[in-house]
């Protein structure tokens, strides 16, 4: 079965960096186009990142110039690269993938930024 299982996430000071990885397995990861979404608590979730299987990238605007994200077929691994961070960032981070039509979603990792 799919299972995407994020980690690196943690309390961090405004201004700090994170580095978020999801691991992918039961998938065939290099054709699979991959992605970020965040949760903050109150509010929808809403897409951060995404990168497709031949290495396009797509940032939402409120991450654009500060975060990175990047994969790794070889470990079947995506990540995303968070400098710059703000309060506003603080959020439950899932990865996420389309396979065969249907989305699946890792368990999230929460990331939080002190003021």
């Known amino acids: 079965q799919v299972q995407l299982v994020e980690s690196g996430g943690g309390l961090v000071q405004a201004g700090g960096s994170l580095r978020l990885s999801c691991a992918a397995s039961?998938?065939?990861?290099?054709?699979?186009?991959m992605g970020w979404y965040r949760q903050a608590p109150g509010n929808q979730r809403e897409w951060v990142a995404s990168i497709s299987r031949g290495g396009r990238t797509d940032y939402a605007d409120s991450v654009k110039g500060r975060f990175t994200i990047s994969r790794d077929n070889a470990k079947n691994t995506q990540y995303l690269q968070m400098n710059s961070l703000k309060p506003e960032d603080t959020a439950v981070y899932y990865c996420?993938?389309?396979?065969?039509?249907?989305?699946?979603w890792g368990q999230g990792t929460q990331v939080t930024v002190s003021s």
């Open positions: 996420s993938t389309l396979n065969y039509g249907l989305r699946y």
């Open positions: 039961g998938i065939i990861f290099s054709i699979n186009d």
